[in-house]
């Protein structure tokens, strides 16, 4: 099974190359984030024929997430449980069988949080501790479980080409990491970190002042693993060339392959 996330920066926009993506690659499941769109605007009818289903929490001109699956979505949650006021579309999971087991899969798109400090800020940092809430109750439960997308979160110095840079950055900031590490320490593990301890691994170029072209990059889209998942995992990819594309995403797709 090939689990895919990608920030698509609006699914209308970009809707060609999430296409060409899916012909080339053919991942199993596709996380995407930042579609930019309410349900009903979802270019369902493009994507007719792709054989792929889908599961979608959207939103008019901001946030949006969705799951497209080649097999069946079952148990679809289209919101992350812990603030029944919280209407931004920023969570969907659903429950994707294999040939080998089923997969529980959570696409999100964290918060970007700044300026920091901030309203932005807090409700950043409160959306990360439901989502650790969140993680603890799914672990409980020891099946394969990926939580994918954007989490505007640069983890370590090495994921950032000038971390220097970033140093008042809500994606950067001491607090930020320590959230991110404390979803970690629950259990889970980061895919990409699995496989590799390399530098100059990034997913996201700004369109400012060359920084595809400088590569100067971050790394913020993750995939990350309950152990069942992680036992499974086999290798995992940053498809880098979509970046290169014509009027691109900011952001490339992640790419794990696991055992399922």
């Known amino acids: 099974m090939r689990i895919a996330t990608w920030n698509v920066n609006s699914v209308k926009q970009r809707l060609e190359h999430l296409l060409r993506f899916l012909k080339e690659e053919a991942p199993d499941v596709v996380c995407l984030q930042e579609l930019k769109c309410q349900e009903d605007a979802f270019p369902r009818l493009e994507l007719d024929g792709t054989g792929y289903n889908i599961a979608l929490c959207g939103q008019k001109s901001f946030n949006g997430v969705a799951i497209l699956s080649k ?69 409980a439960e020891e099946e394969p479980f990926v939580i994918a997308g954007d989490f505007n979160v640069i983890p370590e110095p090495k994921d950032a080409a000038r971390p220097e840079l970033w140093v008042n950055d809500a994606l950067f900031l001491p607090q930020t990491r320590e959230k991110f590490r404390g979803l970690l320490n629950l259990g889970l593990y980061d895919a990409l970190r699995s496989t590799t301890d390399a530098t100059g691994l990034y997913t996201f170029w700004d369109y400012q002042a060359g920084a595809w072209q400088k590569n100067n990059g971050i790394r913020i889209d993750h995939l990350l693993l309950s152990p069942q998942a992680a036992d499974r995992l086999r290798s995992v990819t940053i498809v880098k060339r979509t970046r290169a594309w014509d009027k691109p995403s900011d952001h490339v797709p992640v790419m794990a392959e696991f055992d399922l």
């Open 71 to 139: 097999r069946p979505l079952e148990d679809i949650r289209l919101r992350l449980p812990g603030d029944d006021d919280d209407g931004q579309a920023r969570f969907v999971e659903a429950l994707v069988p294999g040939k080998k087991g089923a997969a529980r899969i959570a696409a999100i798109y964290l918060p970007n949080g700044n300026p920091a400090p901030s309203e932005k800020y807090s409700y950043k940092l409160a959306w990360m501790d439901r989502l650790h809430a969140h993680a603890r109750t799914r672990l």
